[in-house]
């Protein structure tokens, strides 16, 4: 799982508010527990992250899909759905954005098997500012049920020196 944003971004910094609540709940059986990342989204970041996965839940903020709070699922082939959510972040940390870093990697062939995104839609980006108290029950949520989900650990792939 690989939760993606600026934590000092408000909202922006709902998927590293899940991976951080994920692996406070998944503390309690490490063995159990998906393998957790934080990443800015970045999209060479984000491809070096899930670089050796099969299957890769990746979490974000987003704008102008609903209410804030509210959550929206996509896999790698709702890559047109995704990419229309990111004009709309004025002052995203992301660069180039998630679904550009989808599409470069299946461009270069690095994309995993199984992608899901979840978007957690947000109401505040300004820097400095906490994230909403919306985005913060749907980032405990969305941990929660990740958590019960007990995905098996990824099978790694590739060099020793792409191990974390």
Do not use: K, Y
């Amino acid at each position: 799982m690989i939760g993606v944003g600026n934590p000092e971004g408000g909202d922006d910094g709902a998927g590293r508010l899940v991976a951080r609540r994920l692996r406070e709940l998944c503390r309690r059986a490490p063995a159990a527990g998906p393998v957790v990342r934080e990443c800015t989204g970045e999209a060479t970041a984000l491809m070096e992250a899930w670089a050796g996965f099969d299957d890769v839940v990746l979490v974000d903020a987003c704008r102008g899909a609903g209410e804030p709070g509210s959550l929206h699922s996509f896999g790698a082939h709702d890559l047109g759905r995704l990419a229309s959510l990111q004009p709309l972040r004025r002052g995203s940390t992301h660069g180039l954005g998630v679904s550009a870093a989808i599409a470069l990697a299946r461009a270069l062939g690095r994309l995993p098997r199984g992608l899901v995104v979840h978007a957690i839609e947000g109401r505040r980006f300004a820097a400095g500012e906490p994230p909403s108290a919306e985005v913060e029950r749907a980032a405990h949520e969305l941990a929660a049920r990740l958590a019960r989900r007990r995905p098996p650990r990824a099978r790694r792939t590739g060099s020793p020196s792409q191990a974390r």
